[in-house]
């Protein structure tokens, strides 16, 4: 199985696989990424070559279907540990992360502000303000946003899907089967459920793709 999202260039498990991938190739990596910092383009090109060419006509014959993420796999995932609500889930999650994970707790800390007997007028109101909306907003996208619909780069990945199948079903379109056949295309699911028949053959919206 295959997650794109389980090792991404800015964390540090997916900078320690590339920096010793780029060592084994003898890449200069700091040199390289002096040039150019990659772009939601640079991993769109990297993600087709991954899921699409093989040694068949390049048409993701190393894949059998792809799985896009729902919001019942978000709820799932946030009350895995007993929290009956979405909410209760991502506050406790929020929360654990700020135990556990020092790079997440520097990214919603301001140890310059101070919770204690506030001044008047607080000097520090705007920088509360703007902690308080990171939070908020960490918030209002995992209970609202966190899916493949509002991914760009799952944009991409399903456009990637429709041009496989497209690809396979006219390789083997003929006299006997003028659309190709169906059996042969990447199955698809979405949200815990197999995507429906006219979804499969439906373009949507580009991420990245120019």
Do not use: C
Request: charged content about 20%; hydrophobic content about 40%.
């Amino acid at each position: 199985m295959l997650n794109p999202a389980q090792y991404q260039l800015e964390s540090k498990g997916g900078k320690g696989l590339i920096v010793g991938h780029a060592m084994r190739l003898g890449i200069d990596l700091d040199k390289l990424l002096a040039t150019a910092t990659p772009g939601g383009g640079d991993y769109l090109r990297m993600w087709t070559r991954v899921l699409v060419e093989d040694n068949q006509g390049n048409l993701g014959y190393d894949f059998d279907a792809f799985y896009f993420l729902g919001p019942r796999d978000v709820f799932g995932f946030f009350t895995e540990h007993g929290s009956q609500t979405l909410t209760a889930g991502i506050q406790a999650y929020f929360a654990r992360k700020m135990e556990s994970d020092p790079d997440f707790r520097d990214m919603f800390s301001d140890p310059k502000i101070p919770w204690g007997a506030a001044e008047t007028p607080d000097p520090s109101l705007a920088a509360k303000a703007t902690w308080m909306k990171k939070r908020a907003d960490f918030l209002r996208f995992y209970a609202l946003r966190a899916s493949a619909s509002f991914s760009l780069g799952s944009h991409d990945e399903w456009a990637i899907l429709r041009g496989i199948n497209d690809a396979r079903r006219q390789g083997s379109a003929g006299q006997g089967m003028l659309d190709g056949d169906t059996g042969d295309q990447l199955a698809a699911f979405f949200d815990g459920t197999q995507v429906s028949i006219g979804a499969t053959q439906t373009a949507i919206s580009r991420g990245y793709a120019i």
